[in-house]
């Protein structure tokens, strides 16, 4: 019954999709306005998304396994947080939030237009596009719906690993409303080459469609390293795994469009670059899915091998011949002449960071990619890991630092070193009085040292930047302080993202050189020292939970005689996996984070072996990505207030 | 304070921090890295999907890291170590592939790359920088004008 539910909401809604798709080209065709005629297939495919999506939880909440993906999937005594993280936990549900969330920006789209718009309609047509591939899907190779003939008693469970922590309830929705919200600038780009408009309206209004889902993918990677922190227990956040560089890839691209529109806006240049950026983006997010959801790089997301991998690739090759054929047809439409005056200005720092970022993404992705390439066309195997990622990326990221921090300084057009000069004197006393006074502290190696001052220097370049602007204007301090940010949201905001970024390059340059490990084995009663701590375990334990057994360690963690915790580590047994999952048990502190992650129990010896680790700042990590993902909405809520700046620019200045 | 001071402030600061930070990197010995730690980051897990031998909790892992550290203490040099895994397990057991034989594309792309994006910058440059023609000059004081009525 359920079951036939949710797939009349995946054909309701796959229906509406292809009518979105014919009323979106025939609205462009006629005269642009769009109410009466779209109107009917957005709803419907916002309903029938919405059925698809509360009928496979009821089915989960419902037990009922007569469905195969609730079978296998779910069981009796997955706890509720989880039966509902449940829906998207594997291929065919995520399928469904893929489309769900779709199906969402779909309609937020719609209801901004206003009046006659045909790129608008177009956009739609092609929203409607990615809408009939996702449906589609899910009514033929990812069915969540597909029913079982015998109806097990019990579900499998599931996956064990993504079961163990709530941030999988709220990482995943989070990661997907930026990686499928990017659908929506890919298809005001498409429309733009169709219609041959990227006129500032559009790239105005594409980029505050970026500036979201930048905002969310931004948040979802870094609650994605942090649940890797917090649940896998090797005691890192990030591995450049294939699955994680998938979310990374269009979050550089997307940093770079964001970017480069603000040339774009302010000069007149670089019009069909976004475009191009924009289709690159989209086109990695295809690629990202593809990558973790057609079990083509095996590892702890990809948990499935099915005829979805070949549709996925197909759609990807749709979009990267289609988008940048489209683009190579059409280009020069869009296209905008002027050119730099000087490469000392703002846009040459702006091209400074487009290319550095692009060359980010280009690493990342060939570094992900070349191993499956090399084994599909050779049959030879070889790995890219984390040190070739890091010697690769770290250059990149110091560079991209330092730009971030003279950007802003930089003036437009032609920078007189003068004018710069004044700007920088400041940041760049802070930046390297600040390398000094850690270097007297002991702070070695000069990677990091490098890394601490570039962040000073961004730091203090826009605290003395807002400094300025404050006293210039009327009225206290304090309160010109909280006007700051409202007054232009568009540059404030990109600010706050600069501290954040700054805060996590601190966080990880820390936890990356300092992070220390180290195996200990003790019997019960037996103290040990760490790091300046003393671990005592107190008892081993072991609870029986409805959906695992738990076997764990009491340890207790005290500096000097003061006690500062106990930590429980454990390792989670669950029926339907042979290997242990271990949990590890981590203490937040200001200065440092200590983690312990079990090894083994020992059975008669009455023996605990764990691996500790200590490292430092890691808040400073989440912080700073909360950071970011507070200046991108800040950037994307509030109207830059009127000021005399469009005249200028309205005078081609 | 006056520009000028504000100026030579500003350097004095600047110099005195890098004497200090030259100064004291300088007489600081450089402490050897950890060739232990390092390998073991750079050599695969054979038995996990990505995880160096450093981050795997498998109990492989860590005997291997045990081997490692005894042919250190023996003396042999990391090619040896690098080169006694790749004949036990694979090419795949590098997590940071060369830049020679077939996973030189590796380090080729993103260099033909980089290069490529600095030469399509370079030609986006006005050759020679220009000063506001008078007709620009007009056109701003117009919009200027407009702006303020």
């Given at each position: ?9 995946v054909?309701?809604?796959?229906v ?8 979106g080209?025939?609205?462009?065709l006629s ?8 109107r009917l297939?957005v ?6 998304a919405?059925v ?5 939880e ?13 079978a ?6 997955t706890?509720?947080?989880?039966t509902?993280?449940?829906a998207?936990?594997a291929?065919?549900?995520s ?5 769900l969330?779709?199906?969402g920006?779909?309609?937020w789209v ?5 009046g006659?718009d ?6 739609l ?11 589609g899907l899910?009514a033929?190779?990812?069915n969540?719906?597909r ?7 019990d579900?499998?469970g ?7 922590h709530i ?7 989070v ?7 990017m659908?929506?600038?890919?298809a ?8 041959g408009d ?8 594409t980029r505050?469609w ?6 969310f993918?931004s948040l ?5 390293g942090?649940?890797s922190?917090e649940?896998l227990?090797w005691?890192g ?9 998938a ?7 997307a940093?770079?469009?964001?970017h ?6 302010r000069r ?11 289709i690159?983006?989209f086109?990695?997010?295809i690629?990202?899915?593809f990558l ?7 590892s ?8 979805v991998?070949?549709a996925?690739?197909g759609?990807?090759?749709?979009v990267?011949?289609?988008?940048f054929?489209l683009?190579?047809?059409r280009g020069h ?5 002027p050119?730099?005056?000087s ?8 091209l ?7 060359l980010f993404?280009f690493v990342?992705?060939v ?7 090399l084994?599909a ?14 010697r ?9 630092l330092?730009?971030?921090?003279i ?12 004018v710069?000069w ?6 760049l ?6 390398a000094?006074?850690?270097v007297?502290?002991g ?8 890394t601490?001052?570039?962040a ?13 602007v404050?006293r210039?204007r ?30 996590v ?8 050189s ?7 084995t003790?019997?019960?009663g037996?103290s040990a ?18 959906n ?11 500096r000097?005689?003061?006690l500062?915790?106990?930590?429980e ?6 029926p ?5 999952i271990?949990?590890?048990?981590v203490?937040t502190g ?7 992650s079990?090894?083994?129990i ?5 023996t ?7 490292f430092p ?7 700073g990505?909360?950071?970011v ?7 994307y809520?509030g109207?830059r ?8 620019e309205a005078a081609?200045? | 304070m006056s ?25 600081a010995?450089?402490?050897p890295a950890d060739?232990?730690?390092v390998l ?7 038995v996990?999907?990505s995880?160096?031998?450093n981050?795997s ?8 890291k045990q081997?490692i ?10 090619d ?13 057991v590098i997590?940071d592939p060369?830049g ?10 993103p260099?033909?790359?980089?290069v490529?994006g ?5 030609t986006?440059?006005r050759?020679g ?5 008078d007709?620009e000059?007009?056109?701003v004081a ?6 303020q009525?």
């Amino acid at each position: 019954m359920i079951a036939l539910v949710g797939s009349a909401g995946v054909l309701l809604a796959l229906v509406s999709a292809v009518a979105l798709v014919v009323q979106g080209i025939r609205c462009y065709l006629s005269d642009g306005t769009p109410a009466a005629s779209l109107r009917l297939p957005v709803i419907g495919l916002l309903v029938g998304a919405i059925v698809a999506m509360g009928a496979l939880e009821i089915a989960l909440l419902r037990n009922d396994f007569s469905l195969e993906y609730v079978a296998r999937n779910h069981a009796r005594a997955t706890p509720l947080l989880f039966t509902i993280a449940g829906a998207w936990a594997a291929l065919e549900g995520s399928i469904v939030l893929w489309g769900l969330i779709l199906a969402g920006y779909t309609t937020w789209v719609f209801r901004r237009l206003r009046g006659r718009d045909r790129v608008g309609a177009a956009a739609l047509a092609v929203m409607g596009t990615v809408g009939v591939f996702f449906f589609g899907l899910m009514a033929s190779a990812a069915n969540p719906f597909r029913t079982l003939a015998e109806v097990p008693a019990d579900g499998l469970g599931a996956n064990p690993l993504l079961q163990n922590h709530i941030l999988m309830a709220i990482h995943p929705p989070v990661l997907y409303l930026g990686y499928v919200g990017m659908t929506v600038p890919f298809a005001f780009a498409i429309a733009a080459l169709v219609s041959g408009d990227g006129t500032t309206a559009w790239l105005e209004r594409t980029r505050r469609w970026t500036l979201i889902a930048w905002s969310f993918l931004s948040l979802g990677i870094v609650l994605g390293g942090w649940w890797s922190y917090e649940v896998l227990g090797w005691g890192g956040f990030w591995a450049w795994d294939p699955v994680e560089n998938a979310s990374f890839l269009p979050w550089l691209t997307a940093t770079a469009f964001i970017h480069s529109a603000v040339v774009q806006r302010r000069r007149g240049m670089l019009q069909a670059w976004n475009v191009a950026l924009i289709i690159g983006t989209f086109s990695l997010t295809i690629l990202g899915t593809f990558l973790t959801r057609s079990g083509v790089v095996a590892s702890v997301h990809s948990f499935t091998q099915s005829a979805v991998g070949p549709a996925l690739l197909g759609f990807l090759l749709v979009v990267v011949v289609g988008g940048f054929g489209l683009f190579a047809a059409r280009g020069h439409l869009v296209a905008s002449s002027p050119r730099l005056d000087s490469l000392a200005s703002r846009e040459g720092v702006f091209l400074l960071n487009n290319l550095l970022l692009t060359l980010f993404a280009f690493v990342v992705l060939v570094g992900t990619i070349y191993p499956m390439v090399l084994e599909a066309f050779t049959g030879d195997r070889v790995s890219v890991g984390a040190p070739w990622f890091d010697r690769s990326a770290i250059p990149i990221a110091l560079v991209l630092l330092l730009a971030m921090g003279i950007g802003p300084m930089t003036p437009y057009r032609v920078a007189r070193p003068a004018v710069l000069w004044r700007r920088v004197r400041l940041p760049l006393q802070v930046a390297a009085a600040t390398a000094a006074v850690v270097v007297v502290a002991g702070l070695r190696p000069i990677t990091v040292v490098t890394t601490v001052a570039l962040a000073a220097f961004v730091v203090s370049g826009i605290l003395r930047h807002a400094h300025e602007v404050i006293r210039s204007r009327p009225g206290g301090y304090l309160g010109g302080l909280a006007r700051l940010p409202g007054s232009d949201p568009g540059y404030w905001g990109g600010m706050i993202a600069h501290v954040g970024v700054a805060l996590v390059a601190v966080a990880i340059a820390f936890s990356g050189s300092f992070g220390v490990r180290q195996e200990i084995t003790l019997v019960v009663g037996e103290s040990a020292p760490f790091e300046g701590y003393t671990l005592t375990y107190r008892s081993p334990f072991l609870r029986q939970e409805p959906n695992r057994t738990v076997i764990g360690a009491s340890i207790e963690l005290r500096r000097g005689d003061r006690l500062l915790g106990t930590l429980e580590p454990r390792l989670n047994q669950y029926p339907n996996q042979v290997q242990a999952i271990p949990t590890p048990s981590v203490r937040t502190g200001f200065g440092e984070d200590v983690y312990l992650s079990l090894v083994r129990i020992g059975q008669g010896d009455a023996t605990v072996t764990v691996d500790a680790f200590r490292f430092p700042l890691m808040w400073l990590l989440w912080l700073g990505g909360l950071t970011v993902f507070a200046g991108g909405i800040r950037s994307y809520v509030g109207r830059r207030k009127s000021s005399n700046l469009p005249a200028f620019e309205a005078a081609g200045v | 304070m006056s520009e000028r001071a504000r100026n030579w402030t500003a350097l004095g600061v600047i110099a005195a921090s890098i004497a200090v930070i030259v100064a004291i990197l300088a007489a600081a010995d450089p402490s050897p890295a950890d060739r232990v730690e390092v390998l073991a980051s750079r050599l695969k897990c054979p038995v996990c999907q990505s995880e160096s031998i450093n981050d795997s909790p498998a109990q492989l892992s860590r005997d291997l890291k045990q081997m490692i550290a005894d042919r250190v203490a023996q003396g042999w040099t990391d090619d040896q170590i690098v080169d006694l895994f790749v004949a036990t397990y694979g090419e795949e057991v590098i997590l940071d592939p060369p830049g020679t034989g077939r996973t030189a594309l590796l380090w080729v792309l993103p260099t033909l790359m980089g290069v490529a994006g600095l030469a399509v910058i370079a030609t986006r440059v006005r050759r020679g920088s220009r000063d506001l023609t008078d007709e620009e000059r007009r056109r701003v004081a117009d919009a200027v004008r407009e702006a303020q009525e």
